[in-house]
């Protein structure tokens, strides 16, 4: 899929756990429920790190072009390193390494690991990076027609303010984990949902998505897993713009309605 709507699909997820979360009397505060959809609606844009021209390639101006063509070197070397007889020949990393769940847990973990170690310091340059990758995602026509260092600063702003906000008691810094120094140990959750959400996205296009590696399955162990091919789609495609988008959008609405208590 194309980033918008792979950012929509990451926030209107987030919301429903929001709303599965409520239901199983573990509410988020308003604040989580916000911060979480951004972050999330970001972290499904960050599986596209091995593709040059994705989206997330122009977010940070050199250093996500020159990222991004360090990890599409490292995808495609593990690729070639751990491919089985029945796997493709391949010239790229593109929808390799970074689109599994493997991929996904250890770029949560490692957000938490942070998070953690590092306190607000940490917090503020998670929420930077995902809130950029968020108004790249979700206003991704007025984010390519503005100035990429005004995007910097809304993102910078908005990652200070939350930030302030999640702080404050009640707010929901220790949502989840409420020890004692676990505070913000969240933040890996969205992470891995909006990772998750982009490869099951990507699974529904017409070259489907390895998204169980290492796991083997066969002949191969970057099995494409996706549904039957008449029922997948092209990127960018008609069915992604007038089908799943609204879908997303609407999802995403009774989600956090229901988050809410609203509904």
């Known amino acids: 899929m194309m980033g918008p709507a792979h950012s929509l699909s990451g926030a209107a997820a987030w919301l429903g756990v929001g709303a599965a979360a409520a239901a199983a009397g573990h509410g988020m505060p308003w604040p989580v429920l916000v911060v979480g959809a951004l972050i999330c609606a970001g972290a499904a844009l960050a599986p596209d790190l091995d593709h040059k021209a994705a989206t997330i390639s122009r977010a940070f101006g050199p250093v996500s072009r020159t990222l991004c063509e360090i990890v599409d070197k490292l995808s495609f070397a593990v690729y070639k390193a751990t491919r089985k007889p029945g796997d493709a020949r391949r010239t790229g990393g593109h929808r390799t390494l970074t689109h599994t769940w493997l991929w996904a847990v250890l770029t949560g973990a490692g957000a938490s690991a942070l998070a953690y170690g590092f306190g607000r310091r940490a917090v503020l340059a998670i929420l930077f990076v995902h809130l950029v990758l968020a108004v790249e995602g979700l206003l991704w026509r007025a984010a390519r027609v503005s100035s990429d260092v ?27 984990f409420t020890a004692p120094g676990q505070e913000y140990l969240w933040l890996g959750l969205p992470i891995v949902l909006g990772a998750l959400v982009h490869d099951i ?59 809410l208590g609203v509904i």
């Open 150 to 176: 005004l995007v910097w600063l809304l993102g910078a702003t908005s990652a200070w303010i939350l930030a302030d906000v999640l702080d404050q008691p009640g707010n929901g810094a220790d949502w989840l």
């Open 201 to 259: 996205g990507d699974a529904l296009t017409v070259s489907g998505c390895p998204i169980l590696w290492p796991i083997p399955l066969g002949r191969k162990r970057w099995y494409p897993i996706g549904p039957p091919k008449a029922m997948r789609f092209r990127a960018g495609s008609w069915v992604e713009l007038k089908v799943l988008m609204p879908a997303f959008m609407i999802l995403g609405g009774v989600g956090g309605a229901a988050a």
